[in-house]
């Protein structure tokens, strides 16, 4: 059973920074990308930034210059480093990662179960 477990979210002034952390744990063969999604109430779930497992990234145009995401293989760890924080940024983040349970067949999704991230003064 693959588990994602996130941590890092909380309660930050305008300007200020977090930094997000989710870690895959279970039995699997390897990760594929891994994302950080952000949803807001009645709201889709938007997709803020990636992560190859040959660490290639993308980003959001609301993010760029500001947040940082990367990933440590050996941990099974991403992170998202959140700098210069605004009232809007304000969501529950949610990992994902595309994991392969093998060789072959086809890779398959996993959420974690979301971290609160509130920018408000």
């Known amino acids: 059973q693959v588990q994602l477990a996130e941590s890092g979210g909380g309660l930050v002034q305008p300007g200020g920074s977090l930094r997000l952390s989710c870690a895959a744990s279970g039995r699997f063969f390897s990760i594929n990308s891994m994302r950080w999604y952000r949803q807001t109430p009645g709201q889709e779930r938007d997709l803020v930034a990636d992560?190859?497992?040959?660490?290639?990234?993308d980003y959001a145009q609301s993010v760029k210059g500001r947040f940082t995401i990367s990933r440590d293989n050996a941990k099974n760890t991403v992170y998202l480093q959140m700098n210069s924080l605004k009232p809007e940024d304000t969501a529950v983040y949610y990992c994902?990662?595309?994991?392969?349970?093998?060789?072959?067949?086809?890779?398959?999704?996993?959420w974690g179960q979301g971290t609160q991230v509130i920018v408000s003064s």
């Open positions: 994902y990662a595309s994991i392969r349970h093998g060789l072959i067949g086809a890779p398959y999704d996993y």
């Open positions: 992560i190859t497992s040959g660490g290639s990234t």
